[in-house]
């Protein structure tokens, strides 16, 4: 239904910030021409880089400022540094990032391991929250995931039992 | 310093991680004092953004004290408490000097196509976030400013990203006294977008959703009818209707990458990961806004390609306007607002969670449990 009163009027600001002369261009920025001097700007000083940063090979210079955590290694870091090699516009560079991540979470549990470290996975997901607040749902999908495994193991042993 | 720790998707918890370190003339460390979830966190916990590195921490939105300073930081003083904008800028290069302060160029290395954003992927720059004890911030005396002392620490922890991007949301609009304004999407954002589009004079403010509770909290908090799309059998032709069949003068996209509502853009997004997620809220405000109008974007979306009905925007002569928020120019006129009364943004903080209970609190914003709106964590 089209609201025909007034009533909004009242609601707190209402209009505080409409005028009918502001037509802001878009992206909103107070235009100054400085587009044409490119990347010709005073800059700030350099952050000395101390660690291996994959660097956009449509970047034209290193950033002043970047973060230094989590260099590429291992495999997902070898997979990264080929990934630079394609611009942002291409598939090779960010479907390769992605498989990148997925190794990496592989990596990141064998690096669990190998620190005597085995990851709580149930509680990484938060399931502590499903019992609070979600008991129903998560009770239901425990009876399904439990039900389906026994069908499994029960007609796996079945088909055992036959070819034996 | 215990710190959240990304291990894979879904898969987070908090976690022992050495300190910060001053690593730029410019840069400070802060005590982290709160640190919000986003909407935009769920894309990177989902495991949607390219180059999410295991072991990053997350975090954009926080507030802190400063306990460590650059020598080039004169302004700041130690024990200063700050409120830190997501976006890294510069200050000085040509986007930052006209005011486009998330697109800065000298605070991202892997990509040209975002600026910096703190523990946002290496997409972004590869900055640790502040869901951790402590946190560096480069740039320190250009995004950053001090919290005045009447401003609530949850107001000021909006004010580094919701409470602006909702408003800028709004300001592209271009909103013009009298318009009706449909904002896709009843999260934190969406809310905000809403709340603000009043600010700009709109006379009628529709939001769509599915969840009854964030519908609910909508309407209340920000004044505006709201459907769920779930029990409308086409949303976009329900606002047709509505607006006596001529389409919405402004349409929000408040949802990004992971909206629900089709299962075409579902699939092919989000379980195939053909396209940059799904893009079934940008697809509806494009088809239910004006000829003429102007569709305003502030949903994330990942750096590859969206099906969207990109010839319905050539035949209605529709306008699209988007970038992440420019947190920093944003801010005075907020603070403003806030003083005269006109909005309290901490109203939508629904839960604050101890940073060592980080784990659970991903799962509940998430999942959307416990009539869950906004999530603080408390380091
Ligand atoms: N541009 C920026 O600067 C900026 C800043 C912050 C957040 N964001 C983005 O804004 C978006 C929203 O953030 P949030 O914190 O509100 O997230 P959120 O996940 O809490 O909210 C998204 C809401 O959209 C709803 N939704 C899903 N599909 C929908 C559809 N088809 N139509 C309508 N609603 C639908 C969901 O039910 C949910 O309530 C995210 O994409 C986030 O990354 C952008
Ligand atoms: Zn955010
Ligand atoms: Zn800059």
């Known amino acids: 239904m089209e609201n025909t009163s007034n009533k909004y009027q009242n609601i707190p600001g209402w209009g505080v910030d409409s005028d009918p002369n502001d037509n802001p261009n878009y992206p909103i920025k107070n235009y100054n021409g400085d587009d044409h001097q490119r990347l010709d700007w005073t800059r700030p000083p350099l952050q000395p880089v101390t660690v291996e940063i994959l660097e956009s090979v449509e970047q034209a210079r290193m950033p002043a400022v970047f973060g230094t955590k989590l260099p590429p290694s291992g495999v997902s870091g070898m997979l990264r540094r080929y990934a630079f090699k394609y611009d942002e516009s291409e598939y090779g560079h960010w479907l390769n990032l992605l498989l990148a991540d997925r190794i990496n979470v592989v990596e990141g549990i064998l690096h669990d391991l190998s620190h005597f470290r085995i990851p709580n996975i149930f509680a990484e997901k938060g399931m502590k929250a499903d019992w609070k607040y979600n008991r129903k749902e998560l009770v239901t999908k425990i009876i399904v995931a439990t039900a389906v495994t026994t069908a499994i193991v029960f007609w796996l042993k079945k088909k055992d039992g036959k070819s034996a | ?215 609910e909290f909508a309407r209340n908090f920000s004044h505006c009818e709201a459907y769920n799309f779930e029990s409308l059998e086409d949303p976009v032709l329900f606002i047709k209707k509505t607006t006596g069949y001529f389409g919405a003068d402004v349409c929000i996209d408040a949802v990004g990458c992971e909206a629900a509502g089709s299962a075409l853009q579902w699939i092919t997004g989000r379980v195939l990961m053909m396209q940059a997620g799904s893009a079934t809220a940008l697809h509806w405000a494009i088809n239910s806004v004006k000829k003429g109008g102007i569709v305003s974007i502030v949903g994330v979306y990942g750096p590859t390609d969206n099906l969207v009905p990109i010839g319905n925007v050539v035949n209605k002569g529709i306008t699209i306007r988007a970038d992440q928020c420019s947190v920093k120019r944003l801010l005075p006129k907020l603070i403003h607002h806030i003083r005269e009364g006109y909005i309290e943004p901490r109203q939508i903080i629904s839960h604050h969670i101890p940073l060592k209970e980080v784990s659970d609190a991903y799962h509940i914003f998430s999942a959307k449990l416990d009539n869950c709106i906004k999530t603080v964590l408390i380091p």
Not at chain 2, 18 to 33: L, Q, W
Not at chain 2, 88 to 99: L, W
Not at chain 2, 159 to 175: H, K, N, S
């Open chain 2, 1 to 215: 310093m215990l710190a959240m720790n990304y291990r894979g998707p879904f898969r987070v918890r908090a976690q022992q991680k050495p300190m910060p370190e001053i690593e730029h003339p410019e840069d400070v460390i802060v005590k982290v004092e709160r640190a919000c979830i986003c909407g935009s966190d769920l894309h990177i916990y989902h495991g949607l953004v390219p180059d999410t590195r295991v072991g990053t921490t997350f975090g954009h939105e926080f507030i802190g004290e400063v306990v460590e300073k650059g020598a080039d930081v004169n302004k700041l003083k130690i024990g200063d408490r700050i409120l830190v904008p997501f976006n890294i800028s510069c200050g000085r290069c040509a986007f930052c000097k006209q005011g486009l302060y998330s697109n800065c160029h000298e605070s991202n290395p892997e990509a040209t196509a975002a600026g910096g954003i703190f523990g946002y992927s290496h997409t972004c720059g590869g900055f640790d976030g502040g869901q951790a004890e402590y946190a560096r911030v480069p740039y320190a005396e250009v995004g950053p400013m001090v919290i005045p002392p009447d401003i609530h620490p949850d107001d000021a922890v909006l004010l580094t990203d919701v409470f602006p991007t909702g408003y800028q949301a709004a300001e592209m609009g271009g909103i013009k006294k009298g318009d009706t304004v449909v904002v896709f999407g009843a999260g934190p954002i969406g809310i905000m977008a809403a709340r603000c589009a009043w600010f700009f004079g709109a006379a009628r403010v529709i939001v769509i959703d599915r969840i009854e509770y964030r519908l």
